[in-house]
């Protein structure tokens, strides 16, 4: 900080003495502000933390409002794409600035109910209200946390907290973290993600995997498999054959496989149909073209250790739809043994981009 000096027009008159006690007094001044300043910064930060560490331990209740989408396709009123019939889907926003970044989904059982990760380390809980035909119709209720890492602390570092694929089990939830590649699993209590986790599938831990492009989709076995509890997919880490690395994972042990790559695209979720197969949610970018998605069905007795994935696209769309970077994939099963797909898309925290929530009936 630099206190004016009033300039002298003569010289002659100046009391140079003076003028020296002036300036060390102005010197000690400067000291007492910086110093201030720098205890006034370190305050603040300690305020952050403390309101971190409030925030992970309670959940915080935000507000969301939800726009209704009617259309998949801009402009057309089409609800028929195969396999898949469009049911509805909503827009988000939040003026919560933590919202966003939506990279894990899952609905409970009651399809209403709803737990969240983002690739900030934010565990997100709520609730959704269908209208009569089932069909996305608001968001009742809302609130964010932080996930804690294994010591009980807070991620200090983004290459820690880049949660981006959750899966739950019985009273379990696992995330799965890019960068630092990881799966931890929490106790889930009430819905909520509680307590610090543990680490698990430790040989995920020593996997090469390419930066940023590492884990990405973390789906559980389907009922008719035992041979291995969940298949976890990289987004764009690839095997010597150019294909997109995946692992059965099953206690300590794990065994590669690989998703055939067709063309960019790179893989953002997965999960598995009531029957056994599994449906990958791929996405592609680029500054010409813009965004695509596509729905790869991969026949479950195809999944296997040492095997290369193929399937049939079910779904591809591009601009001409209502798209954005969709992140997440969820299939869950109504009370008329109905099947439906989830998507959600993660904004990046962009104004450029949004938080949308599509769903879809699956026709087998």
Same mark, same amino acid.
């Given at each position: 900080?630099?206190?004016?000096? @009033?300039?002298?027009?003569?010289?002659?008159?100046?009391?140079?003495?003076?003028?020296?006690?002036?300036?060390?007094?102005?010197?000690?001044?400067?000291?007492?502000?910086?110093?201030?300043?720098?205890?006034?910064?370190?305050?603040?930060?300690?305020?952050?933390?403390?309101?971190?560490?409030?925030?992970?331990?309670?959940?915080?209740?935000?507000?969301?409002?939800?726009?209704?989408?009617?259309?998949?396709?801009?402009?057309?009123?089409?609800?028929?794409?195969?396999?898949?019939?469009?049911?509805?889907?909503?827009?988000?926003?939040?003026?919560?600035?933590?919202?966003?970044? #939506?990279?894990?989904?899952?609905?409970?059982?009651?399809?209403?109910?709803?737990?969240?990760?983002?690739?900030?380390?934010?565990?997100?809980?709520?609730?959704?209200?269908?209208?009569?035909?089932?069909?996305?119709?608001?968001?009742?209720?809302?609130?964010?946390?932080?996930?804690?890492?294994?010591?009980?602390?807070?991620?200090?570092?983004?290459?820690?907290?880049?949660?981006?694929?959750?899966?739950?089990?019985?009273?379990?939830?696992?995330?799965?973290?890019?960068?630092?590649?990881?799966?931890?699993?929490?106790?889930?209590?009430?819905?909520?993600?509680?307590?610090?986790?543990?680490?698990?599938?430790?040989?995920?831990?020593?996997?090469?995997?390419?930066?940023?492009?590492?884990?990405?989709?973390?789906?559980?076995?389907?009922?008719? @498999?035992?041979?291995? !509890?969940?298949?976890?997919?990289?987004?764009?880490?690839?095997?010597?054959?150019?294909?997109?690395?995946?692992?059965?994972?099953?206690?300590?042990?794990?065994? !590669?496989?690989?998703?055939?790559?067709?063309?960019?695209?790179?893989?953002?979720?997965?999960?598995?149909?009531?029957?056994?197969?599994?449906?990958?949610? !791929?996405?592609?970018?680029?500054?010409?073209?813009?965004?695509?998605?596509?729905?790869?069905?991969?026949?479950?007795?195809?999944?296997?250790?040492?095997?290369?994935?193929?399937?049939? #696209?079910?779904?591809?769309?591009?601009?001409?739809?209502?798209?954005?970077?969709?992140?997440?994939?969820?299939?869950? #099963?109504?009370?008329?043994?109905?099947?439906?797909?989830?998507?959600?898309?993660?904004?990046?925290?962009?104004?450029?981009?949004?938080?949308?929530?599509? !769903?879809?009936?699956?026709?087998?």
């Amino acid at each position: 900080m630099k206190f004016l000096r @009033r300039k002298n027009k003569r010289r002659e008159n100046v009391d140079w003495p003076k003028q020296v006690e002036i300036a060390k007094l102005q010197t000690r001044l400067e000291n007492v502000v910086s110093v201030n300043f720098a205890k006034g910064a370190v305050v603040f930060a300690l305020l952050l933390v403390s309101f971190s560490i409030a925030l992970a331990k309670d959940p915080v209740p935000i507000g969301i409002t939800a726009a209704k989408i009617l259309n998949f396709k801009l402009g057309e009123p089409k609800d028929d794409y195969g396999r898949l019939k469009f049911i509805g889907g909503l827009e988000l926003t939040s003026d919560n600035r933590q919202f966003g970044g #939506i990279s894990g989904f899952r609905f409970f059982p009651d399809r209403s109910n709803f737990i969240a990760v983002t690739d900030k380390g934010y565990t997100i809980n709520g609730a959704f209200k269908r209208d009569v035909a089932g069909a996305l119709d608001d968001v009742l209720l809302a609130d964010i946390a932080l996930l804690p890492d294994p010591d009980g602390n807070l991620f200090t570092r983004k290459r820690d907290s880049d949660a981006e694929a959750l899966e739950l089990a019985g009273d379990s939830a696992y995330v799965a973290f890019e960068n630092n590649n990881r799966i931890n699993s929490y106790i889930l209590a009430n819905g909520r993600i509680s307590g610090d986790p543990d680490s698990v599938f430790p040989k995920v831990r020593l996997l090469r995997l390419a930066n940023n492009k590492g884990l990405e989709a973390l789906a559980r076995s389907p009922p008719n @498999r035992k041979d291995f !509890e969940f298949i976890a997919i990289t987004e764009e880490s690839l095997s010597s054959e150019g294909n997109h690395r995946a692992f059965l994972l099953s206690g300590d042990d794990i065994a !590669e496989l690989s998703i055939a790559r067709i063309s960019e695209f790179g893989i953002t979720d997965a999960d598995f149909l009531p029957n056994g197969d599994l449906i990958i949610l !791929e996405r592609f970018h680029s500054a010409f073209s813009g965004t695509e998605i596509r729905l790869r069905q991969i026949p479950g007795e195809t999944i296997m250790p040492g095997a290369v994935l193929y399937g049939d #696209i079910i779904l591809e769309a591009d601009t001409n739809f209502r798209i954005d970077n969709f992140e997440s994939l969820d299939i869950t #099963i109504d009370e008329n043994a109905d099947t439906f797909l989830t998507l959600v898309s993660d904004d990046n925290f962009s104004v450029l981009q949004n938080t949308l929530i599509l !769903e879809f009936q699956y026709l087998p």
